[in-house]
């Protein structure tokens, strides 16, 4: 009776524990950041670049015109590693998110007399399919860089000197890497450039083309709150996680949501 009785708890002292130390995850979840649909147009203040493709070419009364679609939602796949050390109340945790999808979109400086209008390229072309950015549709790409400190308040079952599952809470910092939007504000400060004094329409077109790809990304710094939950197999080294984060300042845009959700569930070596 006795030698069964043994051999399970030799078992399970080799074992790696049900209380998981360090874990090394991936993930897949939804982030709700989005984008408004609009169609705005600036006549008077033209951004540098077309002030002086006006006067060159002799547009008295040229309109940029910025018009796109809505985009409500990304996909978002995601690595996060953690750190429970022993006699520490709280835990580590450090992990890397990208989040993106697409929108149409269209900017347009329009002459009235038709001659010399131009059209921006603001789409992505690929010469595959991206999964979740449509083809000449123009992308939406937030990349985050967590680090937190988490709380675990409920571990279970509480009796056990094995706890598989737990909840937790925290918060941490983030650094953002996030694309602009096709709006009026970010159009106009992308355009304040000098070059414009040319006749050659397609090189202008180019040329505003290629500014727009160059400053489509920017940085920034924030924050996050998190909520999740952990079950660790007991004797196997694999852990499932699901997680809620609230992030705080993730826009680079005024056009795009600033405080979005993400939500993610994943699998993990945990030891």
Same mark, same amino acid.
């Given at each position: 009776?006795?030698?069964?009785?043994?051999?399970?708890?030799?078992?399970?002292?080799?074992?790696?524990?049900?209380?998981?130390?360090?874990?090394?995850?991936?993930?897949?979840?939804?982030?709700?950041?989005?984008?408004?649909?609009?169609?705005?147009?600036?006549?008077?203040?033209?951004?540098?670049?077309?002030?002086?493709?006006?006067?060159?070419?002799?547009?008295?009364?040229?309109?940029?015109?910025?018009?796109?679609?809505?985009?409500?939602?990304?996909?978002?796949?995601?690595?996060?590693?953690?750190?429970?050390?022993?006699?520490?109340?709280?835990?580590?945790? /450090?992990?890397?998110?990208?989040?993106?999808?697409?929108?149409?979109?269209?900017?347009?400086?329009?002459?009235?007399?038709?001659?010399?209008?131009?059209?921006?390229?603001?789409?992505?072309?690929?010469?595959?399919?991206?999964?979740?950015?449509?083809?000449?549709?123009?992308?939406?790409?937030?990349?985050?860089?967590?680090?937190?400190?988490?709380?675990?308040?409920?571990?279970?079952?509480?009796?056990?000197?094995?706890?598989?599952?737990?909840?937790?809470?925290?918060?941490?910092?983030?650094?953002?890497?996030?694309?602009?939007?096709?709006?009026?504000?970010?159009?106009?400060?992308?355009?304040?450039?000098?070059?414009?004094?040319?006749?050659?329409?397609? /090189?202008?077109?180019?040329?505003?083309?290629?500014?727009?790809?160059?400053?489509?990304?920017?940085?920034?710094?924030?924050?996050?709150?998190?909520?999740?939950?952990?079950?660790?197999?007991?004797?196997?080294?694999?852990?499932?996680?699901?997680?809620?984060?609230?992030?705080?300042?993730?826009?680079?845009?005024?056009?795009?949501?600033?405080?979005?959700?993400?939500?993610?569930?994943?699998?993990?070596?945990?030891?």
């Amino acid at each position: 009776m006795k030698s069964p009785l043994l051999a399970t708890a030799a078992v399970l002292a080799a074992a790696p524990s049900s209380h998981a130390l360090f874990g090394l995850g991936f993930s897949y979840g939804r982030n709700t950041s989005s984008v408004s649909s609009s169609t705005e147009t600036v006549s008077a203040g033209l951004p540098t670049y077309l002030a002086d493709y006006a006067v060159a070419n002799g547009i008295t009364a040229g309109t940029l015109v910025i018009d796109r679609a809505a985009l409500d939602g990304l996909q978002q796949l995601g690595v996060k590693t953690w750190l429970d050390l022993p006699l520490i109340p709280v835990e580590f945790e /450090a992990g890397a998110n990208v989040a993106w999808g697409s929108y149409k979109s269209k900017v347009l400086f329009d002459d009235p007399t038709g001659t010399h209008s131009l059209e921006v390229k603001t789409g992505l072309d690929t010469p595959v399919p991206v999964w979740g950015i449509g083809d000449g549709e123009t992308p939406y790409v937030s990349t985050s860089l967590d680090a937190s400190v988490r709380y675990p308040f409920l571990t279970l079952p509480p009796l056990s000197p094995l706890k598989p599952f737990k909840l937790y809470a925290g918060g941490g910092v983030s650094w953002f890497y996030a694309s602009k939007v096709v709006s009026k504000n970010d159009v106009v400060d992308m355009f304040n450039i000098s070059g414009g004094t040319t006749t050659d329409k397609a /090189a202008a077109e180019a040329a505003l083309s290629s500014k727009l790809k160059d400053d489509f990304y920017e940085s920034s710094f924030g924050g996050h709150l998190l909520l999740g939950a952990q079950f660790k197999l007991p004797v196997v080294p694999l852990a499932f996680y699901a997680d809620g984060k609230w992030y705080f300042n993730a826009a680079t845009s005024d056009a795009a949501t600033d405080m979005p959700l993400a939500v993610s569930v994943g699998a993990a070596f945990a030891l």
